[in-house]
């Protein structure tokens, strides 16, 4: 029987964890699980209400982080979580995604000699000004076993040095999460709160510290979201990050500059962060998704959504070479250009899902831990 710690940090984590977990607690002779929450996000709406939709246990362990500068945070997770790893003995400890949780627990494991499996290896966006950037390359480096999404991945990480043998390709364990809440998805009523019609929106989400802690960027991005908002209701969830930036800058939000929630003039609607069931099911209507995110262009792919990734470069070019992503940039002008183009084009397009995008790679994961 393996003892597995599976990290779960921030917001991107948890649809991650989840069916990796569920996966391991249907083989329970030969998996021993347990959650380790680091607190890096702790809000309701950006950690409790995932762990809900995602029917997860609370964590088994929870290190309280919270948010703080880089340093503080990572170096405040790895002194929390380094005696849990040594109370707890596992035979390995998987950490997924590229946040700060991901690379300071897989860093006090390989001090430790605890072995380290990473999900989602390899992804590259050659942008090492994006702090997932750095973790992802840094968690890489140190891990035991590392799990790929795609075979760029695995491009990616031979490149770099990393022996083939480490290597597995095993899909992507975050549309299992995505396949088997898709139809769970239909009991939110979301849509009917905001009055949105199937096919007749565009959602947003903008995170990424390039886009929105630079007036000058985040100002261009929202007054091409309200040239937009005029010929389509625009629902913006907003990131806590993301809404401290629009309120301290005083960005034009749709006429109202001091506030957001609930502003709606100028078409856009402003509102808190989603859950997951509430957030699939608008997205899964969407017309147009505009996003910073790189789960989002993943799961747009899937469900053959029209994405534009308002940044100058991905870490996931399989969404663009197979899937519905197009990299746009943070040029208002040529936002407003693809998002038009997008809104005009009625042609059904066909839709490719990425090799082992299949609901499965949990299985695999699982698989991979035992050999
Ligand atoms: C983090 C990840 C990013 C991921 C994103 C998803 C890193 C380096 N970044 O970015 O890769 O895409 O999560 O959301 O790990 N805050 C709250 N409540 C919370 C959490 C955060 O209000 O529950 C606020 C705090 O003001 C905090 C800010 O959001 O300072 C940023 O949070 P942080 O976890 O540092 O980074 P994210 O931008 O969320």
């Known amino acids: 029987m393996l003892k597995i710690l599976l990290i779960a940090g921030a917001r991107p984590n948890f649809m991650k964890v989840a069916p990796i977990y569920a996966e391991m607690r249907r083989r329970e002779a030969e998996f021993s699980p347990m959650i380790v929450h680091t607190g890096q996000h702790y809000d309701a709406a950006m950690s409790g209400a995932f762990f809900e939709d995602l029917k997860m246990p609370r964590a088994d362990v929870h290190l309280g982080v919270g948010s703080a500068s880089h340093a503080v945070q990572t170096a405040k997770i790895m002194t929390e979580f380094e005696p849990v790893v040594l109370r707890e003995e596992p035979d390995w400890v998987l950490v997924v995604g590229d946040v700060n949780s991901t690379i300071a627990c897989a860093l006090v494991c390989s001090k430790l000699g605890i072995k380290i499996a990473h999900v989602e290896a390899g992804l590259r966006s050659r942008d090492r000004t994006m702090p997932e950037e750095i973790n992802r390359i840094l968690t890489d480096a140190i891990s035991d076993l590392l799990l790929t999404t795609s075979q760029d991945a695995d491009e990616n990480l031979l490149a770099e040095g990393i022996p083939q043998e480490k290597i597995r390709f095993v899909g992507n364990v975050m549309i299992d999460s ?123 792919t899937v469900l053959g959504i029209p994405c534009l990734t308002l940044r100058e470069n991905t870490e996931r070019p399989i969404t663009i070479e197979m899937g519905t992503n197009i990299l746009v940039g943070t040029n208002p002008e040529k936002i407003k250009a693809a998002a038009f183009a997008a809104l005009d084009d009625d042609s059904k397009h066909e839709t490719k899902i990425p090799p082992l995008w299949d609901g499965k790679a949990a299985g695999r994961i699982c698989d991979e831990l035992l050999r």
């Open 178 to 300: 995505l396949r088997e809440h898709l139809e769970l998805s239909t009991s939110s009523n979301i849509r009917e709160d905001l009055k949105l019609t199937q096919g007749e929106y565009a959602v947003v989400t903008l995170h990424r510290p390039s886009n929105v802690d630079d007036k000058t960027t985040l100002s261009g991005i929202m007054n091409s979201l309200m040239e937009i908002a005029k010929d389509v209701p625009v629902v913006f969830p907003v990131h806590p990050r993301t809404r401290v930036k629009i309120d301290e800058f005083g960005v034009n939000a749709g006429g109202n500059p001091n506030g957001s929630e609930g502003v709606s003039s100028a078409g856009i609607t402003m509102i808190e962060p989603l859950g997951y069931l509430d957030f699939m099911r608008l997205y899964s209507g969407a017309k147009l998704v505009l996003t910073d995110s790189g789960g989002l262009q993943e799961e747009t």
